[in-house]
Structure formats: structure tokens, C-alpha cells
């Protein structure tokens, strides 16, 4: 049987697939010396407690897809990732993607939700707020001023954009990669067989969806 996967699932896995997410605290949760060391040592606040132990229920695996698909070739049917390209460099964006066809079979599915930019600018040119329209697209990273700042993003990572999508240049950048077909798809749609508890409509209010075919 061929994997499903969800990539950068954050809190939002999906059942039954095999959910990735490139969070420390997973490596936390997986690593009962490490989790001792930093609980005892009081670097981790509450939430960040709660969190780790989320994810102990919730079987979500570690995985820097910048790097890495830690999967062999042609060993999933689909991919499905939900506002984490935005999050990579273009330079990463690209080599994730490159690596989605390698580990998809012939045939196989990625499922794309993006932040549209469209709609950022859209809402711009109707409310003329500049700071309100920089505040949307989270292009600024964060201030890193105090130690607690800085812990706080060695755990969670950087959170900003680093580039935005809307239907066209996502669509372009994945053609240019190698995906045969690419997809624009109204929310609630997918052309995934049997998609089961996948959420169609993730964050549909600010989303593109993109599903290109390998």
C-alpha cells in the first residue's frame, strides 16, 4: 500500500495518512532525555509542554523537507501540504518540490494550499492599508531581542513568509519542475481518490489550491 502524506501538518493532521511537520518539539517528544533536560532546565513554557505531549498522541514525524523527504522513490499516491511552501526559500521551495516527484508514483497527486496573494492584494486595493496588507503577508521575521525570543524560535522555527503564490506562479513554478498536469482547484474539490479525512477547505478564506499530477 502506498503512502498518503501530509507535509508541515502543524496541529492539523490528517487521519489515517502519515503526518510530517520539521517542529522541534517533535524531536522533543521523540527523545524522553532531551524532553527531561529542557522541562527541568524550564525552557519549555506551558504551551510548548502541552504541545510535545499532543504530539506523542498524535504520531506526527519529524521531517525537514528542505533537505529531505525521509521516504524511498515512488512510495506515496499523494502529498497534501497547507500553507508551508510559502514558509521555504526558493531555493527550498524548489527542492521540496523535486522531491514530492520523487517520492510520488506515476500518477500520484500533490495537493498545493497556498496563501493567495491575489487576495492579499485584493483587500489592499480596496482598504488602501499598507501596514495592515504587510501584516498579512508575514514577510517581516521576528524581533530576536531577548533570550526568551530566541528559545522560543530555536523550538518553533522561523514563521515567516519567505515567498508568495498566487494561482499563476504557482502553477508555472510546477510545470516548470516536471509535473505533467497541473490543477486549479475550487475548495472542497480534489481530484485524489477517496481523500477521507483530508481537509478540502483548510483556511479556505485566505487559500489558493493547487494539485499537480506526476
Not at 524532553?35 to 509542554?49: E, R
Not at 506515496?76 to 510520488?104: D, G, P, Q, W
Not at 523550538?155 to 519567505?162: A, D, L, M, T
Not at 481530484?191 to 489558493?208: K, Q, T, Y
Amino acid at each position: 500500500m502506498k503512502y498518503r502524506i501530509n507535509i508541515g501538518c502543524g496541529k492539523t493532521p490528517t487521519e489515517n495518512w502519515l503526518n510530517f511537520d520539521n517542529s522541534y518539539s517533535i524531536i522533543l517528544a521523540n527523545s524522553p532525555l532531551k524532553y527531561w533536560i529542557a522541562k527541568n532546565l524550564k525552557i519549555l513554557n506551558k504551551d510548548q509542554i502541552e504541545y510535545i505531549n499532543w504530539i506523542k498522541k498524535n504520531n506526527i514525524y519529524y521531517a525537514d523537507v528542505a533537505k529531505k523527504i525521509p521516504l524511498p522513490n515512488e512510495s506515496a499516491e499523494c502529498i497534501y501540504t497547507s500553507h508551508m511552501l510559502e514558509h521555504l526559500s526558493r531555493k527550498e521551495a524548489n527542492f521540496f518540490l523535486n522531491e514530492s516527484l520523487r517520492v510520488l508514483e506515476k500518477g500520484g497527486i500533490l495537493r498545493v494550499a497556498v496563501p493567495d496573494l491575489k487576495i492579499a492584494v485584493s483587500i489592499y486595493n480596496e482598504t488602501q492599508d499598507a501596514d495592515a496588507f504587510m501584516e498579512t503577508i508575514l514577510v517581516a521575521p521576528p524581533s530576536l531581542e531577548t533570550i526568551k525570543q530566541k528559545i522560543s524560535l530555536f523550538f518553533s522555527g522561523y514563521r515567516h513568509h519567505q515567498w508568495m503564490y498566487d494561482e499563476k506562479s504557482l502553477s508555472k513554478l510546477l510545470k516548470k519542475i516536471g509535473f505533467k498536469e497541473v490543477f486549479t482547484c475550487k475548495a472542497g474539490q480534489t481530484n485524489i481518490e477517496n481523500p477521507g479525512s483530508l481537509n478540502l477547505l483548510e483556511r479556505v478564506e485566505e487559500s489558493v489550491y493547487l494539485e499537480a499530477k506526476k
